[in-house]
DNA sequence: ATATATTTGTCATGTGATTGTCATATAATC
DNA sequence: GATTATATGACAATCACATGACAAATATAT
């Protein structure tokens, strides 16, 4: 019955329709909300994918109540389409601090509107990718908990290990040049020796070998290394 | 209903315009963005084939912006071509270094867009091509992984012979003297022995012949070697 | 603030794989 | 059979990577 579905909050019921027949027309369920109270109800009831929210607001402006859903464990990873009656920069300024994802300013074709939530919803998929949850076999690694488990066991890991084993996780079978690998778990603007790189593959190495998973971790020799998940 | 597109990056709309229309008539799609943070949600919404970058943006400098997508490994093998309005040696430089494909400076005419873009996007094939896996009855070389299997089975070879096998599953059915395998694989500014050839030529062979596959490198008597496919 | 522990990058050294060359064996051609 | 071209095994030099140690930098505890 209720599919995954997108949020409207505007107090002014002809703009409520007017997005609603957009996102109907786009594909999109919708649900109306004139004001943040009966949003938070309607949230409560079911988790939208996505809330278009207006920067005015009766009783709880809208600027407000996008900071309580941000601060919100339980809402905080939904994404937010700020509506705005004129393009002040400070405005957009302001909405974006506050954590919305996005915004529009009115007047806009409906045309703008899905592109842009489509981009958002596309934002926030591959955000929720970065912190997924990976698993090999029986070692997996959880970004938000920045935790890695082998064989059911939590192993102690120092910070370059786990970014370096989280990039490999999320990038096998693929070899990278030692340069590469600085670029994508140092960040491209530091200056650090190639060498480097064999050493924490080394220290890496040292904690699966702890429960016979340093083949994993494979050296292509005069290309780099390569994590690999076949035998 | 969404074509390989073009992405246009620049702040000045007339501009856009202008970039928009020529690229029409040479029969591409073009999406539009004013700046970066706009250009990213283009970029996740779907995947340009190419990316007109102006040099100078508000907010993100266009070139700090090459530069991010040039890291990031989603969007690194996206070309980029850099707009810039005065043809500064310097600007071309660092935009290079960045990691733009090519640039191109205002003003130009819509007959140089357009032979700058294929030029650019026949290199990007061709460079797609370089990382393509190659596949001969049961011999199959993925350069990516930088991996030889044969038979199903992963095979042990070394960095010359790698390249040398690469190079010929790149060209088979053609001889070529010692002295372009020379080239072509040892890179043109070396002086090696021309006898080397035949000793890494028995070193492919004899890996090969692991499981009867010898005689794909076939030799030609006081001519060279040849990579064939047929009996 | 100070002490202590952890993490980090670099280096020196060890080790094994790879490379180019040569000497010799083998095969093809006339 | 003589000549020429290629195949092959052996070998030393070189190269690339692994590894342990260490000091500087960071974080954490007291």
Known sequence: MSEQHILIVDDEAA??????????????EAIEAPDARQARAAIYNQMPMLILLDWMLPGTSGIEFARQLKK???????PIIMLTAKGE??????????????????????????????????????????????????????PSEHRVMLKGQEVQIGPTEFRLLHFFMKNPE???SRNQVLDQVWGGNVYIEERTVDV???????????HQYEHLVQTVRGVGYRFSIRE
């Open 15 to 28: 703009i409520r329709e007017m997005l609603h027949l957009s996102l109907k027309k786009a594909g999109y």
């Open 72 to 78: 919100d464990p339980q809402t905080q990873q939904i």
């Open 89 to 142: 920069e400070g405005d957009k300024v302001r909405g974006l601090e506050v954590g919305a994802d996005d915004y529009i300013t009115k007047p806009f074709s409906p045309r703008e509107l899905i592109a842009r939530i489509k981009a958002v919803l596309r934002r926030s998929a591959s955000l929720q990718q970065e912190n997924q949850q990976l698993v090999i076999k029986e070692l997996q690694l959880d």
């Open 174 to 176: 693929r070899v990278y």
């Open 200 to 210: 924490h593959i080394r220290r890496l190495r040292k904690i699966l070998a702890e």
